[in-house]
């Protein structure tokens, strides 16, 4: 069949190297795409939020099955564009309406969703615009750490941890009244903070079955240790060693059930990927956010540790015939580093020469922010690239991705040191 990506970032990178190993897989196209989903397929320059053109594509290539990548897409309705359009309807489709996206699109759409539905959360309030006053008042009354939510789609950076009241009410401030991150911040979650480790679960659904992907743990603040401002995600690993059979297996029971079984109950239609944020609190599973897709950079570990053939089981989805579907899942770790522009998640320059890809052995390298131009891979955004190593053990994955992050380069580039370091403690301490 022939088949369309939506999207540009290493998620997508890693998307088309799976797909492209399809025996399903004919003809593949990735728009807009970037340096290296350029090597497993055909780029093609369309936004990702230009349906009419991506229809019209759709069209005159006979694109048989879609794949929607990132977010805005879903959230600005494309799969309602396909389905409400005659000539469209008939493509299969990854990826929810706009009303399944709203579990992304929304951070208080989906709090609620949360709780009408018994899945376990931490709790929050709303503020609205005109409730800047009320908010700062109630931020008195808060335990810290506090945690502010953007209600809309941020990147990835619009929630803020406020270690004092008086950060939180600056954060508050810039949100809600200087609007920080525009519309998105219109609305603010206040949320309780949750002690515990975090990590990412990945379901596909076809609204009624679902089949459970490898788990991930990513690694959102720009510097080691944790430190600095939040990121779309400078790394992650997969499997982790707290996700224990016990833990998924609530996991199972308390939270993917009951998001199924809920989008079912609200009669709202779902045919793509649910990714659930997670917190492990003392052995339970609380949920701190759903997105609409798969995760980046989690996708780029993910992929590699997924044996079956990936289409076949996008292809029962979108039909819903995923009931007894298996996934086969490799026992090997992955570990994947994100190389970033210099300045990122702030200002950082593009268009720098990236040395050091012609060496094919070795870790995956995913591409982000890359773009081709004249024989030569420039930087593009502010992650770049996403290097996967694999291996028997955390340790052996871990040296592989960065023996191949040493031999790539570029001006200004950076990467945390530190990846896969606190789970590799973890395992010393059970041991000991």
């Given at each position: 069949?022939?088949?369309?990506?939506?999207?540009?970032?290493?998620?997508?990178?890693?998307?088309?190297?799976?797909?492209?190993?399809?025996?399903?897989?004919?003809?593949?196209?990735?728009?807009?795409?970037?340096?290296?989903?350029?090597?497993?397929?055909?780029?093609?320059?369309l936004a990702v939020d230009d349906f009419v053109s991506?229809?019209?594509?759709?069209?005159?290539?006979?694109?048989?099955?879609?794949?929607?990548?990132?977010?805005?897409?879903?959230?600005?309705?494309?799969?309602?564009?396909?389905?409400?359009?005659?000539?469209?309807?008939?493509?299969?489709?990854?990826?929810?309406?706009?009303?399944?996206?709203?579990?992304?699109?929304?951070?208080?759409?989906?709090?609620?969703?949360?709780?009408?539905?018994?899945?376990?959360?931490?709790?929050?309030?709303?503020?609205?615009?005109?409730?800047?006053?009320?908010?700062?008042?109630?931020?008195?009354?808060?335990?810290?750490?506090?945690?502010?939510?953007?209600?809309?789609?941020?990147?990835?950076?619009?929630?803020?941890?406020?270690?004092?009241?008086?950060?939180?009410?600056?954060?508050?401030?810039?949100?809600?009244?200087?609007?920080?991150?525009?519309?998105?911040?219109?609305?603010?979650?206040?949320?309780?903070?949750?002690?515990?480790?975090?990590?990412?679960?990945?379901?596909?659904?076809?609204?009624?079955?679902?089949?459970?992907?490898?788990?991930?743990?990513?690694?959102?603040?720009?510097?080691?240790?944790?430190?600095?401002?939040?990121?779309?995600?400078?790394?992650?690993?997969?499997?982790?060693?707290?996700?224990?059979?016990?833990?998924?297996?609530?996991?199972?029971?308390?939270?993917?059930?009951?998001?199924?079984?809920?989008?079912?109950?609200?009669?709202?239609?779902?045919?793509?990927?649910?990714?659930?944020?997670?917190?492990?609190?003392?052995?339970?599973?609380?949920?701190?956010?759903?997105?609409?897709?798969?995760?980046?950079?989690?996708?780029?570990?993910?992929?590699?540790?997924?044996?079956?053939?990936?289409?076949?089981?996008?292809?029962?989805?979108?039909?819903?015939?995923?009931?007894?579907?298996?996934?086969?899942?490799?026992?090997?770790?992955?570990?994947?580093?994100?190389?970033?522009?210099?300045?990122?998640?702030?200002?950082?320059?593009?268009?720098?020469?990236?040395?050091?890809?012609?060496?094919q052995t070795g870790a995956y390298v995913f591409h982000?922010?890359?773009?081709?131009?004249?024989?030569?891979?420039?930087?593009?955004?502010?992650?770049?690239?996403?290097?996967?190593?694999?291996?028997?053990?955390?340790?052996?994955?871990?040296?592989?991705?960065?023996?191949?992050?040493?031999?790539?380069?570029?001006?200004?580039?950076?990467?945390?040191?530190?990846?896969?370091?606190?789970?590799?403690?973890?395992?010393?301490?059970?041991?000991?």
């Open positions: 069949m022939n088949i369309l990506i939506i999207g540009s970032g290493g998620r997508e990178h890693a998307l088309a190297w799976k797909i492209r190993q399809s025996t399903h897989c004919r003809n593949l196209f990735i728009a807009p795409g970037n340096a290296g989903t350029g090597t497993v397929g055909t780029n093609v320059p991506l229809g019209n594509f759709c069209l005159e290539k006979k694109i048989d099955l879609v794949v929607v990548g990132p977010e805005v897409p879903l959230v600005k309705g494309i799969r309602d564009y396909f389905e409400q359009t005659d000539l469209l309807k008939s493509i299969l489709l990854v990826g929810p309406g706009r009303a399944g996206a709203q579990l992304e699109g929304s951070k208080d759409f989906s709090k609620q969703f949360m709780i009408r539905n018994g899945v376990p959360t931490a709790k929050a309030q709303t503020f609205y615009t005109h409730q800047s006053k009320e908010a700062l008042r109630y931020l008195d009354s808060c335990k810290t750490p506090i945690v502010l939510k953007a209600d809309g789609l941020a990147a990835g950076k619009g929630v803020i941890i406020a270690s004092t009241v008086i950060e939180a009410k600056t954060a508050m401030r810039e949100m809600l009244e200087e609007k920080k991150f525009g519309e998105a911040s219109s609305k603010v979650l206040v949320e309780e903070f949750l002690e515990g480790i975090e990590l990412s679960v990945f379901v596909l659904t076809d609204g009624k079955s679902y089949v459970i992907l490898p788990e991930a743990k990513d690694y959102k603040r720009i510097g080691d240790g944790d430190t600095g401002p939040n990121t779309g995600g400078m790394g992650a690993v997969s499997p982790v060693i707290f996700a224990t059979s016990s833990f998924m297996k609530k996991v199972e029971e308390q939270v993917i059930k009951p998001t199924i079984d809920g989008l079912k109950k609200e009669g709202i239609a779902y045919q793509g990927f649910i990714f659930i944020g997670l917190m492990n609190v003392q052995g339970e599973p609380f949920v701190i956010e759903y997105n609409a897709r798969m995760g980046d950079p989690e996708t780029e570990a993910v992929m590699t540790r997924i044996e079956s053939d990936l289409v076949e089981l996008l292809i029962a989805c979108t039909k819903g015939e995923l009931k007894d579907k298996q996934i086969e899942i490799s026992p090997a770790h992955a570990v994947t580093v994100v190389m970033a522009s210099g300045g990122y998640p702030d200002q950082f320059e593009k268009g720098h020469v990236i040395s050091g890809l012609e060496d982000a922010g890359t773009i081709q131009k004249h024989n030569q891979v420039l930087t593009q955004g502010g992650r770049v690239l996403a290097i996967t190593g694999t291996g028997n053990s955390l340790e052996s994955a871990a040296a592989q991705a960065y023996e191949k992050v040493k031999r790539i380069s570029w001006e200004g580039a950076y990467y945390r040191r530190d990846i896969s370091m606190d789970l590799a403690r973890m395992k010393s301490n059970l041991k000991a």
